[in-house]
Structures are given as C-alpha cells and as structure tokens.
C-alpha cells in the first residue's frame, strides 16, 4: 500500500515517535492524543480493518493486544487502560490502515460512549 500513511510510518517514510516494535507490530504515540496516555498499535503489513481480517492475521491480531498491558504500564497508565479499535464508517476510522488505540493515564478514561 504505497500511499498508506501508516504503511509509510511502518517504513519510516513518515516519523513517528516510536515505542515498541517487532517483527510484525509497531507501537508510536498518536500524534492528536486525547488523554496522556495515547498510543497507536499497528501490524506492520497493510491490512485495512477489522472488517478485512484473515485467519492468516489471527497471530499479529493476538500479539498486539498481548502487548498493550506491558506497553501502557511502561508509558504511564500502570492501573489499566482502553483499547480501542474504530472499525469502518460506522466506527468512525479516519485512517484506514487497521490500528488499536491504548489510552490510558492516572486518571480514569470516562464513561465507554455518550449515550444517544
Ligand atoms: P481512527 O479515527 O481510529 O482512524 O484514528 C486515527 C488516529 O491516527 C487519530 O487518533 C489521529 O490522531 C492519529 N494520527 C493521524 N496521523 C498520525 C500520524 N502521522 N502520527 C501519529 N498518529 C496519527
Ligand atoms: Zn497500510
């Protein structure tokens, strides 16, 4: 995916302020963070959602939660913290390379969603 902003940071085209990587995951700060603690988990390979998964996706889908507990606890939120993952129009992602949001800080993240 040549013009896949987060492709491009996973290929350092783009900078990003970088926490974790591997083989397969990337972890950066979100460049927008909506509570102190604010961290973007990506796959290093394109894939576009949640809505375009494979089974051939099941391991990096399983790693990068398996490491949100080490992450958010070494970046500043040691008590818990909310992955999120905006799914398609209707889940409102904006970029449309999949990524899980970690946030979290020392202050609780507020109630799950406003109630409509
Ligand atoms: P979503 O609405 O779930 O697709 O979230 C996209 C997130 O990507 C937003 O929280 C943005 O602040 C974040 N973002 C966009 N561009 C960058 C970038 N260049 N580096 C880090 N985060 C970014
Ligand atoms: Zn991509």
């Known amino acids: ?33 909506a509570r102190p603690v604010h961290l973007l988990v990506i796959p290093k390979h394109h894939i576009t959602s949640l809505a375009t998964v494979s089974e051939a996706d099941i391991p990096v889908l399983g790693r990068m939660l398996a490491i949100a507990n080490r992450l958010a606890s070494e970046q500043g939120s040691p008590d818990g913290f909310r992955v999120i993952i905006n799914t398609g129009r209707i889940g409102h992602q904006e970029v449309p390379h999949l990524h899980a949001h970690i946030v979290g800080g020392s202050e609780p993240v507020g109630p799950m969603l406003k109630r409509i």
Do not use: T, W
């Open 1 to 33: 995916m040549d013009d896949c902003l987060f492709c491009k940071i996973a290929r350092g085209q783009i900078p990003s302020r970088k926490v974790y990587e591997d083989d397969e995951v990337l972890v950066f700060h979100d460049i927008n963070p």
